[in-house]
């Protein structure tokens, strides 16, 4: 399929004419894709985006980080790396109490999907067992589930999707170049052997990775072309925008311009037509204005509630304030005040514990 649209009116979408799902895109086609005149890819984006999904809909999910800091891998964004001094306060893993609260909690202000994320290189077989006590409690108020917690042995992955695990957090990051510029703990082929596991057990796969963390556009060019060539595009694909943390190498690293960000979201969009593509980290630092340009993009998911894992996320009253102005629809359902939700979660709590 070529990406070439001549016409300065409204080109006709070479997207929409078939519906197959491709694995096979060239770093060239990719980066055709990104050179759209900014206008042209935005309508392309949103018009397959609209044969896929309900423009007006997005899904929420929350975070919560059941195990803090400490980590032994030296990811050189991330706060809870063991190698970098952020004053992080390290954590063990939650009580299940602790847990099922905040889940309940999650589920009480409009979300769908609970993440649980963990500061490891791999869980060991004991805390996979503790973890997927968890992973049952919060099945059981309700929510799907989603883990994040380092790489998995396929028997790891099997024993999760045995459990009851919906999907499976793992993020290729970057391109497979600017990935040594990054990370040296773990390789990318230890990253996508984990993403084979996860599918081969069955559960759905959540992948995406990180911008603003001074890569090249052949660089973002080159994680999309990963992600997207993968043997199944993955069910969700989230696209964080670096959070510059204090202490980490990644402190200081230039800004990405905000529409080539958005760029990004649209030519996630054309390339995985059927995935979520869920804006993730990095929402503090969007004006309303740019994460309605992502929504318009094909960004249908996002990670709500006041944190991510350690780091400041948008409070989320003010995100739904932002759904209510766009006419977006949370999970589908029409919009409710805070208020009003809280109220029915507290009403349906009565009944039901
Ligand atoms: N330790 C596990 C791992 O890395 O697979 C799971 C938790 S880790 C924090 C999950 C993801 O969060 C990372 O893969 C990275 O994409 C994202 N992340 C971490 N720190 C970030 C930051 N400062 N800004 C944006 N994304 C970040
Ligand atoms: C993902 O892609 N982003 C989330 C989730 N998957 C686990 C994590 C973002 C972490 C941002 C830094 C922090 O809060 O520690
Ligand atoms: Fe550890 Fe995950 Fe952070 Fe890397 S991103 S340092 S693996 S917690």
Same mark, same amino acid.
């Given at each position: 399929?070529?990406?070439?649209?001549?016409?300065?009116?409204?080109?006709?979408?070479? $997207?929409? %004419?078939?519906?197959?799902? /491709?694995?096979?895109?060239? #770093?060239? !086609? @990719?980066?055709?894709?990104?050179? +759209?005149?900014?206008?042209?890819?935005? $309508?392309? %984006?949103?018009?397959?985006? /609209?044969?896929?999904?309900? #423009?007006? !809909? @997005?899904?929420?999910?929350?975070? +919560?980080?059941?195990?803090?800091?400490?980590?032994?891998?030296?990811?050189?964004?991330?706060?809870?790396?063991?190698?970098?001094?952020?004053?992080?306060?390290?954590?063990?893993?939650?009580?299940?109490?602790?847990?099922?609260?905040?889940?309940?909690?999650?589920?009480?202000?409009?979300?769908?999907?609970?993440?649980?994320?963990?500061?490891?290189?791999?869980?060991?077989?004991?805390?996979?067992?503790?973890?997927?006590?968890?992973?049952?409690?919060?099945?059981?108020?309700?929510?799907?589930?989603?883990?994040?917690?380092?790489?998995?042995?396929?028997?790891?992955?099997?024993?999760?999707?045995?459990?009851?695990?919906?999907?499976?957090?793992?993020?290729?990051?970057?391109?497979?170049?600017?990935?040594?510029?990054?990370?040296?703990?773990?390789?990318?082929?230890?990253?996508?052997?984990?993403?084979?596991?996860?599918?081969?057990?069955?559960?759905?796969?959540?992948?995406?990775?990180?911008?603003?963390?001074?890569?090249?556009?052949?660089?973002?060019?080159?994680?999309?072309?990963?992600?997207?060539?993968?043997?199944?595009?993955?069910?969700?694909?989230?696209?964080?925008?670096?959070?510059?943390?204090?202490?980490?190498?990644?402190?200081?690293?230039?800004?990405?311009?905000?529409?080539?960000?958005?760029?990004?979201?649209?030519?996630?969009?054309?390339?995985?037509?059927?995935?979520?593509?869920?804006?993730?980290?990095?929402?503090?630092?969007?004006?309303?204005?740019?994460?309605?340009?992502?929504?318009?993009?094909?960004?249908?998911?996002?990670?709500?509630?006041?944190?991510?894992?350690?780091?400041?996320?948008?409070?989320?009253?003010?995100?739904?304030?932002?759904?209510?102005?766009?006419?977006?629809?949370?999970?589908?359902?029409?919009?409710?005040?805070?208020?009003?939700?809280?109220?029915?979660?507290?009403?349906?709590?009565?009944?039901?514990?």
């Amino acid at each position: 399929m070529s990406a070439q649209l001549d016409s300065p009116l409204s080109p006709p979408c070479p $997207f929409t %004419a078939n519906d197959e799902l /491709r694995h096979d895109w060239t #770093a060239e !086609e @990719v980066t055709a894709l990104f050179e +759209l005149p900014f206008n042209d890819l935005l $309508f392309n %984006a949103q018009q397959v985006h /609209r044969q896929h999904f309900d #423009a007006n !809909e @997005v899904q929420i999910s929350t975070l +919560l980080s059941i195990k803090t800091g400490a980590c032994p891998e030296d990811c050189k964004y991330c706060p809870q790396s063991v190698h970098y001094n952020t004053g992080l306060e390290r954590e063990k893993l939650l009580p299940l109490d602790t847990v099922r609260e905040a889940a309940r909690k999650a589920k009480a202000s409009g979300a769908s999907r609970f993440c649980m994320g963990a500061a490891w290189k791999r869980p060991s077989d004991r805390d996979l067992e503790k973890v997927i006590d968890l992973v049952k409690t919060v099945r059981d108020e309700g929510m799907e589930t989603c883990l994040t917690l380092g790489m998995l042995s396929d028997a790891q992955a099997q024993r999760l999707k045995d459990a009851g695990l919906d999907y499976y957090n793992h993020n290729l990051d970057t391109s497979p170049d600017y990935y040594k510029e990054i990370i040296s703990t773990r390789t990318y082929q230890d990253r996508l052997d984990t993403l084979d596991h996860v599918r081969q057990a069955g559960m759905k796969v959540c992948s995406g990775g990180i911008v603003g963390m001074g890569e090249s556009r052949a660089d973002r060019v080159g994680l999309l072309q990963q992600l997207a060539n993968l043997p199944e595009h993955p069910n969700s694909v989230p696209i964080n925008l670096l959070v510059k943390v204090k202490g980490t190498p990644m402190q200081d690293v230039a800004a990405l311009d905000p529409l080539e960000f958005v760029r990004t979201i649209a030519v996630a969009r054309l390339m995985m037509p059927k995935s979520r593509v869920r804006l993730s980290a990095g929402r503090n630092d969007m004006s309303d204005e740019m994460q309605a340009l992502c929504f318009h993009a094909g960004a249908n998911s996002i990670f709500y509630g006041e944190k991510l894992l350690t780091t400041d996320n948008p409070i989320a009253n003010h995100d739904m304030e932002l759904f209510q102005r766009l006419g977006i629809k949370p999970n589908g359902k029409p919009w409710v005040s805070d208020a009003e939700a809280q109220a029915a979660a507290a009403a349906d709590g009565d009944t039901t514990h």
